[in-house]
């Protein structure tokens, strides 16, 4: 039988499997008596055992075998859960993922197995002995694994290449294109017959799109299992002693947008571990437990997913990131000091770093650059709250799905531009008596608060006009809100979403286009970026 094919299964599964064991050994380095961490980890070892055998990939097979072997004894209580044992693990962890990676290109990579099988024989043997079974040298795989697979129940889900469920995301939205135009050509005709066809297939299109964007829904736990090891090997290497913890790794998000969630998650943990959290000499000094704290969550608000990176640490210096932005020549909006969106709009420079010295973690300058970026591509928003001595928080703030999206359709002049749903509180008309100039821009009284408003039409380079009633769409993002007067407020549609990157130093406009129900183009507004340049406005 041809087992090539099952490759990329083979290292998918394997990749979930050596999450499982990174997070289960990370719990049992802290807690030695976490005996369900240990059982785990030694099911997700048995299991990579057992399917490298399957596939013929010997290599991998003699290291999970020796791995699980000090497992079982751990688990038989005849070796103690030390310390070394645990990192010993790890670096197998390590190794196994390299290798399983190599074997799929077709090179097992054994030299990087060899020297971990010798050590893990010694820890085997290293007290009581152990009444696994050592490995035998020259044993065939078969030899050495029983195939879990047997015992397994039936299984409920099935892997689809993420290609596949983008082509049906695209067929979908090609429909929901034709929904709408039907339903448009529906309503001037008077065949009975005929709209109640086009309502029953209404219906069934809502009902087919909902589950092609339900079957790309993923937890972010996919993503998020990555971290604790990340965060524990990078502490280590500065000498902090970090608490890591994680919360709503359940929270579902499109696969497609999961995938680029990685990176920024990575340089937010990275700029916390090593600017943000102090070195435990200096944490005692200010009245702090030793133990620094970090947190990474996700939530759910309305059809968007916020996921928040927190520290306890010092804080940023608001005083020294605007002295460093002075040397560098950037340009500052007002005077004092550094509200929180300014301290982003320079901390987000390109090359902007206030570090004394380039460290394997941070200082750079392009961390959270390269998050601004990614984040605003992806049509979402950046939020920071820093506190000096107590800590900072940074906020990711992004859609549910990239794929389709519930949009309020505009005009200005001739021109359609889509509002994402999610970002509306309401739609509403004012009278012009309502609307006041001021120094910092326009601003309205709106349910006994004064209101920013933005003109869409100056935003597009497009003659100002005044009229007697303004319509104006409120946006809201967190706790930030602002007016959008357009000329029109045509209709809500389901809107296919087609990309775009923002251009980096550019007006932070729009973040994609679609093709309306009549055909016609639409760009899609960048609400994200909007408010930002109100606010530093």
Same mark, same amino acid.
């Given at each position: 039988?041809?087992?090539?094919?099952?490759?990329?299964?083979?290292?998918?599964?394997?990749?979930?499997?050596?999450?499982?064991?990174?997070?289960?050994?990370?719990?049992?380095?802290?807690?030695?008596?976490?005996?369900?961490?240990?059982?785990?980890?030694?099911?997700?070892?048995?299991?990579?055992?057992?399917?490298?055998?399957?596939?013929?990939?010997?290599?991998?097979?003699?290291?999970?075998?020796?791995?699980?072997?000090?497992?079982?004894?751990?688990?038989?209580?005849?070796?103690?859960?030390?310390?070394?044992?645990?990192?010993?693990?790890?670096?197998?962890?390590?190794?196994?993922?390299?290798?399983?990676?190599?074997?799929?290109?077709?090179?097992?990579?054994?030299?990087?197995?060899?020297? &971990?099988?010798?050590?893990?024989?010694?820890?085997?043997?290293?007290?009581?002995?152990?009444?696994?079974?050592?490995?035998?040298?020259?044993?065939?795989?078969?030899?050495?694994?029983?195939?879990?697979?047997?015992?397994?129940?039936?299984?409920?889900?099935?892997?689809?290449?993420?290609?596949? &469920?983008?082509?049906?995301?695209?067929?979908?939205?090609?429909?929901?294109?034709?929904?709408?135009?039907?339903?448009?050509?529906?309503?001037?005709?008077?065949?009975?017959?005929?709209?109640?066809?086009?309502?029953?297939?209404?219906?069934?299109?809502?009902?087919?799109?909902?589950?092609?964007?339900?079957?790309?829904?993923?937890?972010?736990?996919?993503?998020?299992?990555?971290?604790?090891?990340?965060?524990?090997?990078?502490?280590?290497?500065?000498?902090?002693?970090?608490?890591?913890?994680?919360?709503?790794?359940?929270?579902?998000?499109?696969?497609?947008? &999961?995938?680029?969630?990685?990176?920024?998650?990575?340089?937010?943990?990275?700029?916390?571990?090593?600017?943000?959290?102090?070195?435990?000499?200096?944490?005692?000094?200010?009245?702090?437990?030793?133990?620094?704290?970090?947190?990474?969550?996700?939530?759910?608000?309305?059809?968007?997913?916020?996921?928040?990176?927190?520290?306890?640490?010092?804080?940023?210096?608001?005083?020294?990131?605007?002295?460093?932005?002075?040397?560098?020549?950037?340009?500052?909006?007002?005077?004092?000091?550094?509200?929180?969106?300014?301290?982003?709009?320079?901390?987000?420079?390109?090359?902007?770093?206030?570090?004394?010295?380039?460290?394997?973690?941070?200082?750079?300058?392009?961390?959270?650059?390269?998050?601004?970026?990614?984040?605003?591509?992806?049509?979402?928003?950046?939020?920071?709250?820093?506190?000096?001595?107590?800590?900072?928080?940074?906020?990711?703030?992004?859609?549910?799905?990239?794929?389709?999206?519930?949009?309020?359709?505009?005009?200005?002049?001739?021109?359609?531009?889509?509002?994402?749903?999610?970002?509306?509180?309401?739609?509403?008309?004012?009278?012009?008596?309502?609307?006041?100039?001021?120094?910092?821009?326009?601003?309205?009284?709106?349910?006994?608060?004064?209101?920013?408003?933005?003109?869409?039409?100056?935003?597009?380079?497009?003659?100002?006009?005044?009229?007697?009633?303004?319509?104006?769409?409120?946006?809201?993002?967190?706790?930030?809100?602002?007016?959008?007067?357009?000329?029109?407020?045509?209709?809500?549609?389901?809107?296919?979403?087609?990309?775009?990157?923002?251009?980096?130093?550019?007006?932070?406009?729009?973040?994609?286009?679609?093709? &309306?129900?009549?055909?016609?183009?639409?760009?899609?507004?960048?609400?994200?970026?909007?408010?930002?340049?109100?606010?530093?406005?």
């Amino acid at each position: 039988m041809d087992l090539a094919r099952y490759a990329e299964l083979f290292l998918t599964e394997s990749r979930e499997h050596l999450a499982v064991m990174n997070r289960h050994l990370l719990v049992l380095e802290r807690s030695p008596g976490a005996h369900e961490s240990l059982d785990a980890t030694f099911r997700a070892v048995h299991t990579v055992k057992g399917m490298s055998a399957t596939m013929g990939y010997d290599a991998v097979t003699v290291l999970a075998h020796e791995m699980e072997t000090v497992l079982d004894a751990l688990r038989a209580g005849h070796l103690a859960v030390t310390a070394s044992r645990v990192a010993a693990c790890l670096d197998v962890v390590d190794a196994l993922e390299r290798m399983v990676e190599g074997a799929v290109r077709g090179d097992e990579l054994a030299s990087v197995g060899e020297p &971990l099988v010798q050590r893990l024989r010694i820890l085997a043997t290293d007290g009581e002995e152990a009444t696994a079974a050592p490995a035998v040298p020259g044993a065939t795989p078969a030899a050495l694994s029983e195939s879990p697979v047997a015992a397994a129940p039936r299984a409920r889900h099935v892997r689809v290449d993420i290609g596949r &469920l983008d082509a049906l995301t695209d067929l979908v939205g090609e429909l929901i294109i034709a929904r709408g135009r039907l339903v448009r050509e529906t309503a001037s005709s008077d065949n009975a017959a005929l709209a109640e066809v086009a309502e029953h297939t209404t219906r069934l299109l809502d009902d087919l799109q909902h589950a092609v964007l339900h079957a790309r829904m993923v937890p972010v736990a996919h993503v998020f299992d990555r971290f604790p090891r990340m965060v524990r090997d990078a502490a280590l290497g500065l000498g902090k002693d970090v608490v890591f913890d994680m919360d709503g790794d359940d929270i579902e998000i499109d696969r497609s947008l &999961l995938d680029e969630l990685g990176d920024p998650i990575v340089h937010l943990l990275r700029n916390a571990l090593d600017h943000g959290l102090e070195p435990a000499a200096e944490r005692i000094a200010a009245g702090k437990r030793a133990e620094g704290h970090l947190t990474l969550c996700a939530s759910r608000e309305r059809s968007a997913v916020i996921v928040r990176v927190s520290d306890d640490g010092r804080g940023m210096d608001r005083a020294a990131i605007a002295r460093r932005a002075r040397e560098l020549g950037v340009p500052r909006r007002g005077r004092g000091a550094l509200n929180d969106a300014e301290l982003l709009e320079i901390i987000a420079r390109p090359g902007f770093s206030t570090a004394a010295q380039v460290t394997a973690v941070s200082g750079r300058g392009v961390g959270i650059d390269a998050v601004l970026h990614r984040v605003r591509a992806l049509g979402g928003t950046v939020e920071i709250t820093s506190h000096e001595g107590q800590g900072t928080t940074v906020t990711l703030r992004l859609p549910l799905t990239l794929a389709i999206v519930r949009a309020l359709i505009t005009r200005v002049h001739d021109e359609v531009y889509a509002i994402p749903l999610t970002h509306v509180s309401e739609a509403l008309e004012t009278d012009r008596s309502e609307l006041r100039r001021t120094r910092g821009g326009e601003v309205m009284l709106h349910q006994g608060q004064r209101m920013p408003v933005l003109r869409l039409r100056e935003l597009v380079q497009l003659p100002r006009e005044t009229h007697d009633t303004e319509q104006v769409v409120m946006l809201e993002i967190g706790e930030r809100r602002a007016g959008l007067i357009v000329d029109e407020l045509t209709s809500q549609q389901d809107i296919v979403v087609k990309r775009f990157d923002a251009a980096r130093d550019g007006a932070a406009l729009f973040s994609g286009a679609t093709i &309306l129900a009549d055909g016609a183009p639409a760009l899609i507004v960048d609400v994200g970026g909007l408010m930002r340049g109100q606010h530093h406005g």
